[in-house]
């Protein structure tokens, strides 16, 4: 069993910078962040192999959020530039997936969550 544990969450104004860090407690491989808005469904956001040279990301976010890690021990970071108020939700760190990278539901390992709060 694997804890994640993320961090970095705040508030900023539109068009700010947030990094958000996802500790793990033991090894893990593919990593990804997700989110979820207020009545609206968990989404992808980006996920990287276990080796930091495949990355995949939401459409939305592209070339304003970069995700990161060193190695399979290393925290996964998520560097999020150019924050738009729909960027808004509580975002959720996950690990080691036993299907496609952008399902949520083939994820084993999920974090609490941390807020995103981006004001317009």
């Known amino acids: 069993q694997v804890k994640l544990v993320e961090s970095g969450g705040g508030l900023v104004q539109a068009g700010g910078s947030l990094r958000l860090s996802c500790a793990a407690s033991g090894r893990t491989y593919t990593m990804a962040w997700f989110r979820q808005a207020p009545g609206k469904e968990r989404e992808f956001v980006a996920a990287i192999t276990w080796t930091g040279y495949t990355t995949n990301y939401a459409d939305s976010v592209k070339g304003r959020f970069t995700i990161s890690r060193d190695n399979t021990i290393s925290p996964v970071y998520l560097q999020m530039n150019g924050l738009k108020p729909e960027d808004t939700a509580v975002y959720y760190c996950?690990?080691?997936?036993?299907?496609?990278?952008?399902?949520?539901?083939?994820?084993?390992?999920w974090g609490q969550g941390t807020q995103v709060t981006v004001s317009s």
């Open positions: 996950a690990a080691d997936t036993t299907g496609g990278i952008t399902t949520s539901a083939s994820y084993k390992y």
